[in-house]
C-alpha cells in the first residue's frame, strides 16, 4: 500500500481505448508492480506543466497499456485537453484522504466504484434491435475520435426507435442527422453515418467541454429547432440517457 506520495515525470496524453471509464488517470501498466491491482485509493495530481506546482486532483481508476499516464476521455476533459494533447509534466501520486475521496465521489461519480475489465465491456448486439449489426461500427468509430461507443449507441436508438425509423431504414441514417430547416440526411451507409456523428461530436461538442448527455443535448437536439416540427426534442435526454444507463 502506497503510505507517501511519489512525484515522478511524465507525458500524459489522452487515452482513446476505455472509452468506458469515468473521469480519472489511468497509470502505465509498468507500474502496477508499485501501485498494486487496488488503486481506488489513490488520488493523482496533474499541473498544467512541469514549472508549475498547482493543479487539478483526479482518482487513480485503472492501468493502461501506454507507458506513460493517461488521462481517461472525461478526465480530459475536465483538465481542458482534447483527445490529441499531450503535456510534459511532473505527476504526483498520493493516498487518497477521507476529505479527498468524498471530493472525487462528488466531483467524479463512479470513479470510486469502476473496475478496469482486462477486455472492453461490450454492449450485446441483441440489445441494440435493429441497429445490432452495427455493433462493431459503434466500437470502430468511438475508438477513431475518441467518443465513449455507448453514447453512438444511446444516441442511435434513441433517434432510430431501435433501427426501425424510415431515415434509418431508406437513408442510412442512424443518427438522426439532419441539417437545419431540413429533413433527415442521406448517407452512403450506415457506418458513414455513425462516423459523421462520431467526428461531429469530438468537434463540436466533447471538444468544446459539452460532456454530459444534457450539455449534449441542449445543442444536438435544442427544443424548438427548425427541424424538430414536431416538437419531439424535448424528449432526446431522457431518452438517451434510459438507453445509455441500460447498457
Known amino acids: 500500500m502506497l503510505r507517501k506520495p511519489v512525484t515522478f515525470p511524465a507525458m500524459v496524453s489522452v487515452d482513446t481505448v476505455n472509452t468506458n471509464a469515468p473521469a480519472g488517470i489511468l497509470l502505465p501498466e509498468s507500474m502496477r508492480q508499485r501501485f498494486g491491482d487496488d488503486v481506488s485509493g489513490l488520488a493523482a495530481l496533474v499541473p498544467s506543466s512541469s514549472s508549475s506546482r498547482r493543479g487539478k486532483p483526479l482518482p487513480v481508476v485503472g492501468y493502461t497499456r501506454g507507458s506513460s499516464p493517461q488521462l481517461t476521455l472525461s478526465g480530459a476533459s475536465k483538465l481542458r485537453m482534447t483527445f490529441s494533447s499531450k503535456m510534459d509534466t511532473n505527476v504526483t501520486i498520493s493516498p487518497a484522504s477521507p476529505e479527498m475521496r468524498e471530493f472525487f465521489k462528488k466531483e467524479y461519480p463512479g470513479s470510486q466504484d469502476w473496475k478496469?475489465?482486462?477486455g472492453e465491456s461490450r454492449v450485446p448486439a441483441a440489445k441494440l434491435g435493429g441497429l445490432g449489426?452495427?455493433?462493431?461500427?459503434?466500437y470502430d468509430a468511438g475508438?477513431?475520435?475518441g467518443v465513449d461507443p455507448k453514447l453512438l449507441m444511446a444516441i442511435a436508438m434513441h433517434e432510430t426507435g431501435k433501427g426501425t425509423?424510415?431515415?434509418f431504414l431508406r437513408k442510412n441514417n442512424a443518427m438522426g442527422i439532419s441539417p437545419n430547416g431540413g429533413g433527415p440526411r442521406a448517407f452512403s451507409s450506415v457506418e458513414e453515418s455513425i462516423n459523421y456523428a462520431a467526428r461531429l461530436l469530438r468537434k463540436?461538442?466533447?471538444?468544446?467541454?459539452?460532456?454530459?448527455?444534457?450539455?449534449i443535448g441542449g445543442k444536438y437536439a435544442p427544443a424548438g429547432a427548425g427541424n424538430d416540427p414536431r416538437g419531439l426534442n424535448k424528449h432526446w435526454v431522457?431518452?438517451?440517457s434510459k438507453y445509455y444507463k441500460s447498457f
Open 165 to 167: 425509423s424510415a431515415a
Open 143 to 145: 475508438r477513431k475520435y
Open 238 to 240: 431522457n431518452g438517451v
Open 133 to 138: 449489426q452495427y455493433s462493431q461500427a459503434f
Open 204 to 215: 463540436h461538442y466533447l471538444d468544446q467541454g459539452l460532456t454530459t448527455i444534457a450539455a
Open 116 to 118: 478496469q475489465d482486462a
